[in-house]
């Protein structure tokens, strides 16, 4: 149990649209999910803490206008990527943790976007 | 773990050496540590988990060990295969910010394991 989806898995865009990625928790509830940024050869970075029926708190320096979060279900949250730029190229992954418990996440496999 | 958007550090072993993989973490008050395991283009897979009223932990083949004195972890890998070759991360929860903490991962680093 406690998988974690993620869709798509690779996306292209053009610059300056925008793309949508899915965090789906398919067989538990997640009240609170995670997104993380992960450039090559580099670290998980957090971008922001998503809640269900609740605004997203995002980390020091992640613009809440250019990257929008909604978490409308126990089951999914969804990260928009507004007006994407070549530099917002990056591997993007999510992470729920079930509803009522502490510490242990589960991940997603992460979704690669490459803006051109 | 602090990740500072450092490149990754790497590990090279030969296959059947046992492996150790190092983690410093800076905020005094976690007390709950996690080792991932990330292959290339994949999300990160949980190895071992401890917390801090233990020194150590021991899994199948993996074992990690805290010393909250100088705040350091390390994931101790036996008879290293060429199917651990991945990125390793520590990754510490910080409370206080929501229910349940958030996760901060480490810089990583890369085990590479010849045949």
């Known amino acids: 149990g406690a998988v974690v989806s993620q869709h798509p898995s690779w996306v292209i865009c053009k610059s300056g649209t925008s793309v949508k990625i899915e965090c789906r928790s398919l067989d538990f509830q997640a009240t609170t999910m995670f997104w993380y940024r992960q450039f090559p050869k580099q670290s998980l970075m957090l971008m922001a803490t998503s809640n269900e029926g609740s605004k997203a708190t995002y980390e020091q320096g992640v613009e809440k206008d250019k990257f929008l979060i909604n978490h409308a279900s126990l089951t999914l949250s969804t990260l928009t990527v507004t007006s994407a730029h070549p530099e917002d190229s990056s591997f993007y992954i999510c992470?729920?943790?079930?509803?009522?418990?502490?510490?242990?996440?589960?991940f997603g496999e992460g979704s690669r976007l490459t803006v051109l | 773990g602090e990740s500072v958007g450092l490149h990754l550090p790497t590990l090279s072993v030969q296959e059947g050496d046992n492996s150790i993989i190092n983690c410093a973490y800076s905020n005094s008050a976690s007390d709950y540590f996690i080792w991932y395991k990330q292959e290339s283009g994949k999300g990160p897979q949980f190895i071992i988990d401890?917390?801090?009223?233990?020194d150590k932990r021991q899994g199948q083949r993996v074992t990690v060990l805290l010393n909250k004195t100088v705040k350091h972890l390390s994931l101790q890998i036996a008879a290293t295969q060429p199917g651990d070759s991945a990125v390793y991360f520590c990754a510490d929860l910080l409370w206080g910010y929501n229910q349940g903490g958030k996760l901060i991962f480490g810089q990583g680093t890369e085990l590479s394991v010849k045949p």
């Open positions: 992470s729920a943790r079930k509803t009522g418990t502490s510490g242990e996440l589960f």
């Open positions: 401890i917390r801090s009223n233990m």
